[in-house]
């Protein structure tokens, strides 16, 4: 591959990634509006899913894709990683679709669990492969506390990949 095509496929990779920090409301009706920065890496079509720390998160299909094929590389005979997918993944909403000004729905439930207000002020903080968005005010619970914020869940989520992990790979 010569320099201007590595240099091209570097570009692209890295707008791909997420950055940055944003605010913003969720109407009474779950609508908000995802900042162009965010549906430029993750498109108009994606996944919302709980995240570790129990808040919302969005992601790419892409990702979304890739934590299946690496879970998939583990036994489904194993408790751990069936524990671990259903904790992680179960909750998963694919094919949200963002009208082309950014506005979706947060489906009902995945409101509830990641206590966002309805209506209210939302901050979504992106990096990597993944925005989160949380509520104004548990965002400032966990900017005070960062490892003891949803410890519990936190601990349990990483001991059932470390366990999906020790019983190993089947391919």
Known sequence: MDSE???TDHL????SLLSGRDETTIDKKGRMML?????????????????KKGCLEVTSNKYYLELWEEIGRYSPHSDARRDYALEVMGNAKTGIEAEESGRFVV??????????????EVVIIAA?????????????KYKADRKGYNAERRTY???LRREMIEEGRVN
Do not use: H
């Open 5 to 7: 095509a590595m240099k």
């Open 35 to 51: 900042p162009k920065s965010v549906r430029d890496a993750v498109g108009t079509n994606f996944v919302l899913m709980v995240g």
């Open 128 to 140: 990597g492969d993944v925005a989160e968005i949380w509520s104004k005010e548990e965002y400032e």
């Open 157 to 159: 989520i990483s001991e």
């Open 12 to 15: 692209a990779a890295v707008q």
């Open 107 to 120: 489906p009902k439930d995945l409101v509830e669990e990641c206590r966002l207000p309805k209506p209210g």
